[in-house]
């Protein structure tokens, strides 16, 4: 069964740090683009950063700077390292798989994170 799952998110002051972890099970990771998106509340999803299978990478312009995606191929694990943290940055996060050109698209259930300010 492939599943995605997300972990650390919580509640944070602005200008502090959290770092997420989703996890892969299932699946191959290593072939699969990786991706953080976010859902704040009254708005659509949207792209918060994406690493491919060859490590390149891709960051909204509202995080550049701020955040950094990575992933651990032997851990089956993308991480999003979260610096400098904004009341706006407050929304659900989601962990996505996507392999390219085959149309698979997984989702992770969510984490929340709300930045106070």
């Known amino acids: 069964q492939v599943q995605l799952v997300e972990s650390g998110g919580g509640l944070v002051q602005a200008g502090g740090s959290l770092r997420l972890s989703c996890a892969a099970s299932g699946m191959i990771f290593s072939i699969y683009a990786m991706g953080w998106y976010r859902q704040a509340p009254g708005k659509q999803r949207e792209l918060v950063a994406v690493?491919?299978?060859?490590?390149?990478?891709n960051y909204a312009d509202s995080v550049k700077g701020r955040f950094t995606i990575s992933r651990d191929n032997a851990k089956n694990t993308v991480y999003l390292q979260m610096n400098s943290l904004k009341p706006e940055d407050t929304a659900v996060y989601y962990c996505?798989?996507?392999?390219?050109?085959?149309?698979?698209?997984?989702w992770g259930k969510g984490t929340l994170i709300t930045v106070s300010s």
């Open positions: 690493i491919s299978s060859g490590g390149r990478i």
């Open positions: 996505n798989a996507n392999r390219v050109g085959y149309g698979v698209d997984i």
